[in-house]
């Protein structure tokens, strides 16, 4: 049955192998919606929960070149941006092809 929906929908989550990471915080509701866009599209992503962690925060605006708000995501280590940027790649039709390897 999930596998029909998937396909009604145009989900391949079988394809989803980009190595995508994200920077959050735990009741950061910017972070929560890029996490559920990511799940929604059947994606596995590494997530660095950084609350109250200078250290991580310092690491991610390194990694960055300067940003330090969250969430900050990369897709196969390339900056992608925030939730919003997040978001913006997806109403483009440009998130799936970073996503998706064949």
């Not at 999930?2 to 009604?8: H, K, P, Y």
């Not at 990471?21 to 972070?31: L, R, V, W």
């Not at 997040?86 to 483009?92: F, Q, T, V, W």
Request: contains cysteine; hydrophobic residues 35%.
């Amino acid at each position: 049955m999930v596998n029909l929906l998937n396909s009604l929908l145009g989900r391949h989550p079988e394809r989803n192998k980009a190595n995508v990471e994200i920077y959050t915080c735990q009741t950061c509701s910017y972070c929560i919606r890029a996490k559920v866009l990511l799940k929604w599209k059947g994606v596995k992503f590494t997530e660095y929960k950084i609350d109250g962690n200078q250290t991580a925060r310092a690491n991610m605006a390194e990694r960055t070149n300067g940003p330090r708000s969250v969430p900050q995501i990369f897709i196969n280590n390339q900056h992608i941006g925030g939730c919003d940027d997040l978001y913006a790649l997806d109403i483009k039709g440009q998130l799936d092809p970073l996503l998706i390897q064949e």
